[in-house]
């Protein structure tokens, strides 16, 4: 099975909550708050990390919640391409949080594209956005500050 990858609310807009979600015959949405994303960013820059790998790293971490029960049934995973150019570093984040969970996924099965505004994860992500849909996930600042652990 192949799902697509579609975010609504961007990470780095702070006054807004961030939901990914995926679909095509099998669905899954997670959402992080405003509020969570405001408390994960402090802290992030209180750990001092690289202020241009902050939103990467939070989208891997949201990513991983998104895919670590599903990712194993599924033979193609594409995502919305949200930062240009870091596919592949995103892929070896996300590959490398999965492996410390003992899930073993081929790289290839991992791809980058556009995900247009008529595919379902992307209306999924948007119906979970406006509330019109409860999450499958709520993820906390905690959670994502420390993925995989």
Do not use: W
Not at 3 to 18: C, Y
Not at 76 to 103: C, F, K, W
Not at 139 to 147: C, K
Request: hydrophobic letters at 40%; aromatic letters at 6%.
């Amino acid at each position: 099975m192949q799902v697509e990858v579609d975010q609504s609310g961007k990470i780095g807009d702070t006054r807004v909550p961030t939901v990914l979600a995926f679909s095509n015959g099998k669905q899954h949405a997670v959402f992080i708050s405003a509020i969570e994303k405001r408390l994960c960013l402090a802290e992030m820059r209180y750990r001092q990390t690289a202020p241009a790998q902050i939103y990467q790293k939070m989208f891997v971490g949201i990513l991983y919640f998104l895919l670590r029960d599903h990712i194993a049934a599924l033979d193609r995973v594409s995502i919305d391409t949200e930062y240009p150019g870091q596919d592949a570093n995103i892929r070896r984040q996300l590959l490398n949080l999965l492996r410390r969970d003992r899930i073993e996924v081929d790289k290839e099965k991992i791809v980058f594209h556009q995900i247009g505004k008529s595919s379902s994860a992307h209306h999924l992500a948007i119906m979970v956005f406006r509330g019109k849909r409860m999450p499958d996930r709520m993820i906390t600042a905690q959670e994502l500050l420390d993925p995989g652990k």
